[in-house]
């Protein structure tokens, strides 16, 4: 019943800009902390971006300035625009939902920064 469907991703020259999109159903969504994820071929998955139910976010410092999160409650749906991207930022960027007590994933969507 629970779902998250990560979409927005792509290839995207460096220096360029892409919006993902979260579509969350299944959850009282506003109750929920959302979050970005990436993880690129060989290496450990890494919090990119997150933002609580009531608008506070935190971001990793390789994207801070970069990126921004923001989440719609009313469309139970997060956002990621990614400006400036670079070869590093190439990655499948996941969604996450939780609360203290759970957790969901989606499936993920790639993202890919050309030179």
């Known amino acids: 019943q629970v779902q998250l469907v990560e979409s927005g991703g792509g290839l995207v020259q460096s220096g360029g800009s892409l919006r993902l999109s979260c579509a969350a159903s299944g959850i009282i969504f506003s109750g929920y902390t959302m979050g970005w994820y990436r993880q690129a071929p060989g290496k450990q998955r890494e919090l990119v971006a997150a933002i609580t139910g009531g608008g506070l976010t935190n971001y990793a410092p390789s994207v801070k300035g970069r990126f921004t999160i923001s989440r719609d409650n009313a469309k139970n749906t997060m956002y990621l625009q990614m400006d400036s991207l670079k070869p590093e930022d190439t990655a499948v960027y996941y969604c996450?939902?939780?609360?203290?007590?759970?957790?969901?994933w989606g499936q993920g969507t790639q993202v890919t920064v050309s030179s």
């Open positions: 996450r939902a939780n609360t203290k007590m759970v957790e969901y």
